[in-house]
């Protein structure tokens, strides 16, 4: 018989709501010199709009439009076909590591994860925390099955477990492990365990990779 899942309590708890909005308020007056900088390099290095909009599939099903900064051409979207002998990774999703469709700034964005900080905007408008399950663009979503769905009980996430355990280096299964866990087991000491990784993974990559 398969496991019956349940909640945490601390997913729709007055302290994760806390965590979420102070360090959000934080995260945005400490990065605001990353962000103007980011943004400045992008319309430099690339034509195109700073930031990339895609709806996203969140908390029971919502369908929201996440933020990014713009990593890829304008038209990689379409081109997705084109570079699908390249997918390095398993199940339903899609992911290249050196994508051919980067912008000569992008690859650093997505590398050190940069490009995700346009997401503290969600944060804000109640539609992502600032840790849970990734969420995934609609077509992604779609092909889970009803108990990788599990995943949607919950508020995504700008980070997770699955972030900071490598992310693409691992099997699309155990991202999936790594996401119900978090849906069972989630907790203050948890969060802050999350985002603290994420920061120190975030200022290594930035000092270490090439662009």
């Known amino acids: ?59 029971n099903g919502r369908i929201f439009e996440i933020l990014k900064f713009r990593t890829m051409r304008v038209g990689a979207e379409k081109q997705k076909a084109r570079f699908k002998h390249l997918n390095e990774a398993d199940g339903p999703v899609f992911k290249i590591h050196d994508d051919p469709r980067y912008t000569p700034f992008g690859g650093f964005l997505a590398h050190t994860g940069l490009d995700e900080l346009p997401q503290l905007i969600n944060v804000l408008n109640g539609e992502m925390s600032l840790v849970g399950p990734r969420p995934l663009p609609i077509y992604e979503a ?50 802050l365990n999350i985002l603290s990784t994420t920061i120190k993974n975030v200022l290594a990559q930035v000092f270490t990779v090439k662009f």
């Open 142 to 191: 779609n092909k889970l099955s009803k108990v990788q769905r599990i995943r949607e009980l919950v508020t995504p996430g700008l980070t997770s477990s699955w972030v900071i355990k490598g992310s693409h280096s691992i099997t699309f299964r155990e991202w999936m492990k790594l996401d119900r866990e978090y849906v069972e087991n989630a907790s203050f000491a948890i969060d």
């Open 1 to 59: 018989m398969r496991k019956k899942i349940s909640v945490g309590f601390y997913h729709n708890s007055f302290a994760k709501n806390i965590v979420d909005l102070v360090f959000t308020f934080l995260g945005i007056i400490l990065f605001i010199p990353a962000i103007t900088i980011v943004a400045t390099l992008i319309k430099l290095t690339s034509k195109g709009p700073i930031l990339f909009k895609q709806k996203r599939v969140g908390q």
